[in-house]
Antibody, heavy 119, light 110 residues
Framework: QVQLVESGGGVVQPGGSLRLSCAASGFPFSGYGMHWVRQAPGKGLEWVAF????????YYADSVKGRFTISRDNSKNTLDLQMNSLRAEDTAVYYC????????????WGQGTMVTVSS | QSVLTQPPSASGTPGQRVTISCSGSSSNIGSNTVNWYQQLPGTAPKLLIYTNNQRPSGVPDRFSGSKSGTSASLAISGLQSEDEADYYCAAWDDSLNGVVFGGGTKLTVL
Protein backbone atom coordinates (compact mmCIF):
# COMPACT_ATOMS: atom_id res chain seq x y z
CA GLN A 1 0.00 0.00 0.00
CA VAL A 2 1.02 3.63 -0.32
CA GLN A 3 3.27 4.40 2.61
CA LEU A 4 5.86 6.81 3.96
CA VAL A 5 8.01 5.75 6.91
CA GLU A 6 10.33 8.21 8.65
CA SER A 7 13.37 7.29 10.72
CA GLY A 8 16.42 8.90 12.27
CA GLY A 9 14.89 10.98 15.03
CA GLY A 10 16.42 11.20 18.48
CA VAL A 11 17.96 13.47 21.10
CA VAL A 12 20.78 15.80 20.05
CA GLN A 13 22.61 18.64 21.77
CA PRO A 14 22.25 22.24 20.59
CA GLY A 15 24.64 22.85 17.71
CA GLY A 16 24.60 19.20 16.77
CA SER A 17 23.49 17.41 13.59
CA LEU A 18 20.95 14.75 12.71
CA ARG A 19 19.87 13.11 9.45
CA LEU A 20 16.27 12.06 8.94
CA SER A 21 15.14 9.59 6.30
CA CYS A 22 11.80 8.77 4.75
CA ALA A 23 11.20 5.50 2.90
CA ALA A 24 8.47 5.57 0.28
CA SER A 25 6.52 2.62 -1.12
CA GLY A 26 3.39 1.87 -3.09
CA PHE A 27 3.62 4.76 -5.58
CA PRO A 28 6.05 6.00 -8.29
CA PHE A 29 8.27 8.01 -5.95
CA SER A 30 10.34 9.57 -8.76
CA GLY A 31 7.24 11.26 -10.17
CA TYR A 32 6.31 13.39 -7.16
CA GLY A 33 7.59 16.36 -5.23
CA MET A 34 8.19 15.70 -1.55
CA HIS A 35 8.15 17.84 1.57
CA TRP A 36 9.15 17.86 5.20
CA VAL A 37 6.67 19.36 7.69
CA ARG A 38 7.25 19.65 11.43
CA GLN A 39 5.15 20.10 14.54
CA ALA A 40 6.61 21.35 17.81
CA PRO A 41 5.08 19.86 20.97
CA GLY A 42 1.60 21.26 21.47
CA LYS A 43 1.92 23.55 18.44
CA GLY A 44 0.65 23.69 14.87
CA LEU A 45 2.10 22.44 11.60
CA GLU A 46 5.09 24.22 10.05
CA TRP A 47 6.35 23.60 6.53
CA VAL A 48 10.11 22.96 6.45
CA ALA A 49 11.36 22.09 2.96
CA PHE A 50 10.43 20.92 -0.54
CA UNK A 51 12.27 19.03 -3.26
CA UNK A 52 11.10 18.65 -6.85
CA UNK A 53 10.42 15.17 -8.23
CA UNK A 54 13.80 15.11 -10.00
CA UNK A 55 15.73 16.88 -7.24
CA UNK A 56 16.49 19.93 -9.36
CA UNK A 57 14.56 22.47 -7.28
CA UNK A 58 14.59 22.89 -3.52
CA TYR A 59 12.84 25.42 -1.28
CA TYR A 60 13.26 26.01 2.46
CA ALA A 61 11.45 27.85 5.23
CA ASP A 62 13.38 30.89 6.42
CA SER A 63 13.66 29.30 9.87
CA VAL A 64 15.86 26.47 8.55
CA LYS A 65 17.53 28.00 5.48
CA GLY A 66 21.28 27.52 5.52
CA ARG A 67 21.09 24.84 8.25
CA PHE A 68 18.89 22.10 6.74
CA THR A 69 19.37 20.31 3.40
CA ILE A 70 16.70 18.23 1.69
CA SER A 71 17.73 15.51 -0.76
CA ARG A 72 16.33 12.41 -2.41
CA ASP A 73 17.49 9.18 -4.02
CA ASN A 74 14.94 8.07 -6.61
CA SER A 75 16.78 4.79 -7.15
CA LYS A 76 16.14 3.88 -3.50
CA ASN A 77 12.78 5.66 -3.05
CA THR A 78 14.13 7.66 -0.14
CA LEU A 79 13.90 11.26 1.01
CA ASP A 80 16.38 12.74 3.48
CA LEU A 81 16.69 15.83 5.65
CA GLN A 82 20.18 16.74 6.88
CA MET A 83 19.83 19.02 9.90
CA ASN A 84 22.90 20.96 11.12
CA SER A 85 23.41 23.62 13.79
CA LEU A 86 20.33 22.40 15.59
CA ARG A 87 18.56 24.68 18.05
CA ALA A 88 16.08 24.07 20.86
CA GLU A 89 13.34 25.53 18.66
CA ASP A 90 13.91 22.73 16.12
CA THR A 91 12.44 20.26 18.62
CA ALA A 92 9.43 18.75 16.88
CA VAL A 93 7.87 15.75 15.22
CA TYR A 94 9.08 15.73 11.62
CA TYR A 95 6.76 14.37 8.94
CA CYS A 96 7.57 13.62 5.32
CA UNK A 97 4.68 14.22 2.97
CA UNK A 98 3.95 13.47 -0.68
CA UNK A 99 2.80 16.33 -2.86
CA UNK A 100 -0.16 15.21 -4.95
CA UNK A 101 0.41 17.91 -7.56
CA UNK A 102 2.29 21.20 -8.09
CA UNK A 103 1.01 23.72 -5.52
CA UNK A 104 -1.45 21.04 -4.45
CA UNK A 105 -2.15 19.04 -1.33
CA UNK A 106 -0.10 16.68 0.81
CA UNK A 107 -2.04 13.54 0.00
CA UNK A 108 0.14 11.07 1.91
CA TRP A 109 1.87 11.64 5.27
CA GLY A 110 4.31 9.52 7.22
CA GLN A 111 3.80 8.71 10.88
CA GLY A 112 6.50 11.18 11.96
CA THR A 113 9.81 10.97 13.81
CA MET A 114 10.59 12.95 16.96
CA VAL A 115 13.64 15.21 17.16
CA THR A 116 14.59 16.65 20.55
CA VAL A 117 17.31 19.28 20.80
CA SER A 118 18.42 19.54 24.40
CA SER A 119 21.56 19.60 26.51
CA GLN B 1 2.29 33.80 14.13
CA SER B 2 0.87 31.80 11.23
CA VAL B 3 0.52 33.26 7.74
CA LEU B 4 -3.03 31.92 7.44
CA THR B 5 -5.47 32.87 10.19
CA GLN B 6 -7.85 30.37 11.77
CA PRO B 7 -9.88 30.58 14.98
CA PRO B 8 -8.06 28.61 17.70
CA SER B 9 -11.18 26.74 18.73
CA ALA B 10 -14.65 25.74 17.61
CA SER B 11 -17.36 23.60 19.15
CA GLY B 12 -20.74 22.09 18.49
CA THR B 13 -23.13 19.43 19.66
CA PRO B 14 -23.73 16.13 17.84
CA GLY B 15 -25.75 16.66 14.68
CA GLN B 16 -24.96 20.37 14.45
CA ARG B 17 -23.18 22.15 11.58
CA VAL B 18 -19.87 23.86 12.31
CA THR B 19 -17.74 26.08 10.08
CA ILE B 20 -14.04 26.92 10.42
CA SER B 21 -12.65 29.95 8.63
CA CYS B 22 -9.19 30.48 7.11
CA SER B 23 -8.01 33.91 6.07
CA GLY B 24 -4.97 34.64 3.93
CA SER B 25 -3.71 37.08 1.32
CA SER B 26 -3.31 37.54 -2.41
CA SER B 27 -0.02 35.60 -2.48
CA ASN B 28 -1.47 32.44 -1.00
CA ILE B 29 -5.22 31.80 -0.89
CA GLY B 30 -5.88 34.58 -3.36
CA SER B 31 -3.86 32.89 -6.10
CA ASN B 32 -3.67 29.22 -5.14
CA THR B 33 -5.93 26.42 -4.02
CA VAL B 34 -6.67 25.66 -0.37
CA ASN B 35 -6.33 22.31 1.33
CA TRP B 36 -7.60 21.15 4.70
CA TYR B 37 -6.09 18.55 7.02
CA GLN B 38 -7.56 16.72 9.98
CA GLN B 39 -5.30 15.64 12.83
CA LEU B 40 -6.80 13.27 15.37
CA PRO B 41 -5.13 13.22 18.79
CA GLY B 42 -1.73 11.54 18.69
CA THR B 43 -1.78 10.83 14.97
CA ALA B 44 -0.31 12.27 11.77
CA PRO B 45 -2.34 14.79 9.78
CA LYS B 46 -4.66 13.42 7.09
CA LEU B 47 -5.86 15.14 3.93
CA LEU B 48 -9.52 16.12 4.33
CA ILE B 49 -10.26 18.58 1.49
CA TYR B 50 -8.07 19.43 -1.52
CA THR B 51 -8.32 22.02 -4.30
CA ASN B 52 -10.72 24.14 -2.24
CA ASN B 53 -13.67 21.76 -2.23
CA GLN B 54 -12.70 18.23 -3.30
CA ARG B 55 -12.94 15.25 -0.98
CA PRO B 56 -10.45 12.38 -1.21
CA SER B 57 -11.91 8.92 -1.43
CA GLY B 58 -13.17 7.80 1.97
CA VAL B 59 -13.89 11.25 3.40
CA PRO B 60 -17.58 11.53 4.28
CA ASP B 61 -19.66 14.10 2.39
CA ARG B 62 -20.42 15.72 5.76
CA PHE B 63 -17.16 17.59 5.16
CA SER B 64 -17.14 20.38 2.58
CA GLY B 65 -14.85 23.24 1.64
CA SER B 66 -15.22 26.56 -0.11
CA LYS B 67 -13.07 29.51 -1.11
CA SER B 68 -13.78 33.11 -1.96
CA GLY B 69 -11.10 35.68 -2.67
CA THR B 70 -8.48 35.45 0.06
CA SER B 71 -10.57 33.38 2.46
CA ALA B 72 -11.68 29.79 2.73
CA SER B 73 -13.86 27.77 5.02
CA LEU B 74 -14.43 24.20 6.10
CA ALA B 75 -17.93 23.07 7.01
CA ILE B 76 -18.79 19.96 8.95
CA SER B 77 -22.44 18.97 9.03
CA GLY B 78 -24.06 16.27 11.15
CA LEU B 79 -21.27 16.65 13.72
CA GLN B 80 -20.10 13.39 15.29
CA SER B 81 -17.94 12.69 18.33
CA GLU B 82 -15.21 11.24 16.12
CA ASP B 83 -14.86 14.61 14.39
CA GLU B 84 -13.15 15.95 17.52
CA ALA B 85 -9.70 16.86 16.18
CA ASP B 86 -7.42 19.69 15.09
CA TYR B 87 -8.10 21.13 11.63
CA TYR B 88 -5.53 23.00 9.53
CA CYS B 89 -5.87 24.96 6.32
CA ALA B 90 -2.88 25.30 3.98
CA ALA B 91 -1.93 26.81 0.65
CA TRP B 92 1.13 27.49 -1.49
CA ASP B 93 2.49 31.02 -1.07
CA ASP B 94 3.97 32.53 -4.24
CA SER B 95 5.92 35.22 -2.31
CA LEU B 96 7.49 32.84 0.20
CA ASN B 97 7.92 29.96 -2.27
CA GLY B 98 6.61 27.54 0.28
CA VAL B 99 3.51 26.07 1.89
CA VAL B 100 1.83 28.13 4.59
CA PHE B 101 -0.48 26.71 7.25
CA GLY B 102 -3.12 28.16 9.49
CA GLY B 103 -2.48 27.93 13.20
CA GLY B 104 -5.04 25.15 13.53
CA THR B 105 -8.53 24.98 15.00
CA LYS B 106 -9.32 22.59 17.82
CA LEU B 107 -12.84 21.25 17.34
CA THR B 108 -14.67 20.06 20.43
CA VAL B 109 -17.87 18.03 20.20
CA LEU B 110 -19.87 18.88 23.30
Amino acid sequence: QVQLVESGGGVVQPGGSLRLSCAASGFPFSGYGMHWVRQAPGKGLEWVAFIRFDGTNKYYADSVKGRFTISRDNSKNTLDLQMNSLRAEDTAVYYCAKWGSWKGAFDIWGQGTMVTVSS
Amino acid sequence: QSVLTQPPSASGTPGQRVTISCSGSSSNIGSNTVNWYQQLPGTAPKLLIYTNNQRPSGVPDRFSGSKSGTSASLAISGLQSEDEADYYCAAWDDSLNGVVFGGGTKLTVL
